[in-house]
């Protein structure tokens, strides 16, 4: 059974940068597009970046490009998300996820994804 467990969530002043990690087990690292999500408070869920399986090719949403960096680290079986240049719009609880074995290799939507993470705060004040 695939299990995904992020951390690094947290408070943060506006400026400043968090990292968040997403260490999977039960499923070679390969075999899978990895995405993050964020869901703030009575908004939907949305997606924020992906990365192909092999790392090769990476994806953002308008609203974090040239702020959020997405990486992997398949020998570890983990994904990360380096998160600079914090808003507090940027607030929201951060979700990571695999793709299906059809998931194209920057998957950007929910329903591509069928393995979620438990979900890390990230707060950021103004």
């Known amino acids: 059974q695939v299990q995904l467990v992020e951390s690094g969530g947290g408070l943060v002043q506006a400026g400043g940068s968090l990292r968040l990690s997403c260490a999977a087990s039960?499923?070679?690292?390969?075999?899978?597009?990895l995405g993050w999500f964020r869901q703030a408070p009575g908004k939907e869920r949305e997606f924020v970046a992906a990365?192909?399986?092999?790392?090769?090719?990476?994806h953002y949403a308008d609203s974090v490009k040239g702020r959020f960096t997405i990486s992997r680290d398949n020998a570890k079986n983990t994904g990360y998300l380096q998160m600079n240049r914090l808003k507090p719009e940027d607030t929201a609880v951060y979700y990571c996820?695999?793709?299906?074995?059809?998931?194209?290799?920057?998957?950007?939507?929910?329903?591509?994804?069928?393995?979620w993470g438990q979900g890390t705060q990230v707060t950021v004040s103004s």
């Open positions: 039960g499923r070679t690292a390969s075999d899978y597009v």
């Open positions: 990365i192909s399986r092999s790392g090769g090719y990476t």
């Open positions: 996820a695999t793709g299906t074995r059809y998931a194209n290799d920057v998957a950007a939507t929910v329903a591509q994804y069928d393995t």
